[in-house]
């Protein structure tokens, strides 16, 4: 039974809330060895021990949150193109293709990766948490983009364009109590909440009123929407388009 068949009722709000035009796909979240045993070879990974947690898969993208202790390894394993977005600040002891870098990351960064195998071995002495959104071979449907307004090249108050490539856009949101988008056309795009908030959000001439937990993972089609935080907590959370 997917995710859809769960909760039909909770996940057609989801998609209206954060702006897909069409049904999110099946939704898939566990933890640990349940990890590694569901990634098939040149996945994300093939041997992720306990600190990974898979948020979503679907044919598109693959989304795996990570938290290594410190000293925490993960060992080499074969990953696809992907962006991670750090979760807090951290060191690594990073190794691909035969050399190991000493990489410092702090919270709200994100950094693009080609498919390399690589290991990761958390070398501060603090927990490192980071989100990676791995892009599979399945080409996205048509539009890439919706028609619509796009967001001006100056980003409206409360979005911060994190990264900005070839492949992906990576856009941090922050949505005080009150506060409102315009509306905007939307790519292909995945999103994950970073605090716990609820939106009014219209898509497609109809609205919904949806709340969302930090750690929440969705994706949605292109399609123009806007969003209202009607909640009493501040929203936060982020944006990867897909390009191609």
């Avoid at 600190?51 to 993960?74: A, C, K, T």
């Avoid at 979760?87 to 990766?113: K, M």
């Avoid at 506060?179 to 898509?203: I, K, N, W």
């Amino acid at each position: 039974m997917n995710g859809w068949q769960r909760n039909d009722a909770r996940a057609f709000a989801l998609f209206l809330a954060l702006g897909g035009c069409a049904p999110a796909t099946e939704e898939a979240e566990t933890t640990g060895e349940e990890v590694a045993e569901e990634l098939p070879a040149g996945g994300v990974a093939e041997a992720v021990p306990e600190p990974g947690r898979l948020v979503f898969d679907n044919d598109y993208v693959r989304v795996i949150e990570f938290s290594l202790q410190p000293g925490q390894e993960i060992p080499r394993h074969p990953g696809l193109k992907r962006v991670a977005y750090s979760l807090s600040d951290y060191r690594l002891d990073w190794t691909e293709a035969g050399t190991t870098t000493a990489v410092e990351w702090s919270a709200g960064e994100a950094h693009w990766h080609d498919a390399l195998e690589h290991a990761a071995k958390n070398a501060g002495e603090t927990e490192a948490r980071y989100l990676t959104v791995g892009r599979k071979a399945a080409a996205l449907p048509e539009p890439l983009v919706s028609e619509g307004p796009a967001l001006p090249a100056v980003q409206p108050e409360g979005v911060r364009i994190v990264l900005d490539t070839d492949d992906v856009e990576v856009l941090e949101v922050t949505l005080s109590p009150g506060a409102r988008q315009p509306v905007h056309s939307g790519r292909h795009r995945f999103v994950y909440s970073l605090s716990d908030y609820t939106l009014d959000f219209t898509c497609g001439g109809e609205s919904a009123k949806t709340s969302f937990s930090a750690g929440d993972g969705h994706w949605h089609e292109a399609g123009e929407h806007c969003a209202e935080n009607v909640g009493e907590t501040t929203a936060r959370y982020v944006v990867f388009g897909l390009k191609r």
